[in-house]
């Protein structure tokens, strides 16, 4: 029901453009009425809600993929902490560097994948109601990603996906999984490396440049494919995609079998949907999502709420991988989700700083308070605000430079949405997906 300012606007409008013969001059009052409108809803919308906060009370089955899916995390009797990032990293230490995977060699990488075994070993050998459990990890992003978590005092079901929550809930469920590793290993530097899958050709080093990984990463990275290691899980597309660099622009009907397609069809197209997610999407809206807040039914349509990442480099990794990858339910209990978040977190990262558009993340109140609770290294559950995940510096981390200019550099060369590399004329054809399910 719109307002009685919304409402006088319109009606408003109405008179004017109907008194306004020519076309021009009715476009331009279209125009004014719009602006007029956006500027109504952004006064009034920081009094209409409150921020999305996340309470585990009243948990219910969630449902996803056509079937219900019991996904609740166990009983917490003890005292919610507040996660105060100030207070809990040590500024005074250098910031842990977060790799790309395929530039880790020789003994780094021995050292590297022995930990990662080490690590998954421990957590998948705890019981399965320890929420430190690679049971639990599954289960847990289950809960935050079908339905199962209520808004206090309603009926109304929370998804973390399809929204401006999407980028922070993923950015803190990777910095405290890494937190638990660390835990377990006794090392408190353990950092958990990024698949660099966007990245899909090998360039020398740029000049004047210091450090930084500008070798290809858009396969499997192998440290995770090893059959006799823990951070190994049987990935259903693999065998056929063996050899073939990943396909980020995997269709939404395509998901349970995606097709073959040879690397030289797949890489001018990755790179169009690279452009597409990180230079296209070029405004807080088309990147981080739409607002979410206190009252908001769960979005379940990409195409209302969804960033751009998020529905075409992101979605597509998960299917392309396949297994339980391929699910919201169980994605979460592949090692290989935190090295896929790992980068999707370092494209969040950089997106800021991207030429063009205006890339800044919410300034709502609404988007800074809202609320998480995640399990930390102890088991305790801790409460965490998204104004406290905006900062990666702030939370003791940062990324090693990769070959972003890849796809940077590949830019749009007609007005039918199709895109081309500056080196071809030839135009690839890659659409924004219309229809899609959440993983």
Not at 324 to 336: K, Q
Not at 337 to 346: K, L, P, Q, V
Request: glycine share 6%.
């Amino acid at each position: 029901m719109p307002s009685s300012s919304t409402s006088s606007i319109l009606l408003q409008c109405a008179a004017q453009m109907a008194a306004t013969r020519r076309f021009q001059g009715r476009v331009q009052m279209l125009i004014i009425c719009l602006v007029w409108l956006a500027i109504v809803a952004t006064l009034l919308s920081p009094c209409a809600a409150d921020p999305i906060k996340i309470t585990f009370d009243g948990c219910i089955p969630g449902y996803a993929n056509n079937k219900t899916q019991y996904c609740c995390p166990p009983k917490y009797n003890g005292t919610i902490v507040d996660l105060c990032p100030e207070k809990e990293i040590d500024s005074s230490k250098p910031l842990r560097v977060r790799k790309a995977l395929q530039c880790l060699t020789g003994k780094e990488l021995k050292v590297y994948k022995s930990k990662l075994d080490k690590a998954y070993m421990i957590l998948r050998n705890l019981p399965n109601n320890d929420p430190r459990s690679v049971y639990q990890h599954a289960k847990f992003h289950c809960a935050y990603g079908t339905g199962a978590f209520v808004q206090p005092g309603t009926n109304i079901t929370i998804d973390i996906h399809f929204s401006w929550l999407f980028y922070p809930f993923h950015r803190m469920f990777l910095y405290f999984h890494e937190r638990l590793l660390q835990h377990v290993l006794g090392d408190p530097d353990f950092t958990i490396h990024f698949w660099n899958w966007d990245n899909g050709a090998t360039v020398p080093q740029p000049k004047g440049s210091k450090s930084g990984c500008f070798k290809a990463g858009n396969v499997l990275p192998p440290v995770y494919n090893d059959s006799a290691t823990a951070q190994y899980e049987v990935r259903s597309n693999l065998t056929r995609f063996k050899g073939l660099p990943v396909d980020l622009s995997i269709l939404p009907e395509e998901r349970n079998n995606p097709p073959l397609r040879p690397a030289e069809v797949v890489l001018p197209r990755n790179l169009a949907s690279m452009y597409i997610a990180m230079m296209i999407g070029n405004t807080t809206r088309s990147f981080l999502g739409r607002e979410y807040r206190y009252g908001d039914t769960q979005v379940l349509d990409p195409l209302t709420g969804a960033g751009t990442l998020e529905v075409m480099g992101h979605a597509s990794g998960h299917w392309w991988v396949g297994g339980i990858m391929g699910f919201v339910e169980t994605s979460a209990g592949d090692p290989l989700f935190f090295a896929h978040h790992s980068n999707i977190d370092r494209l969040w990262n950089n997106w800021h700083h991207l030429p063009g558009g205006d890339r800044k993340d919410w300034s709502d109140t609404d988007f800074l308070n809202a609320e998480f609770l995640f399990w930390d290294e102890t088991a305790t559950l801790r409460r965490v605000k998204v104004k406290d995940a905006l900062s990666i510096e702030g939370l003791g981390y940062t990324f090693e430079t990769a070959n972003d200019a890849h796809w940077i550099n590949y830019v749009p060369t007609n007005s039918t949405g199709n895109v081309t590399s500056n080196s071809s004329s030839k135009p690839v054809d890659v659409h924004f997906p219309t229809r899609w399910n959440r993983v």
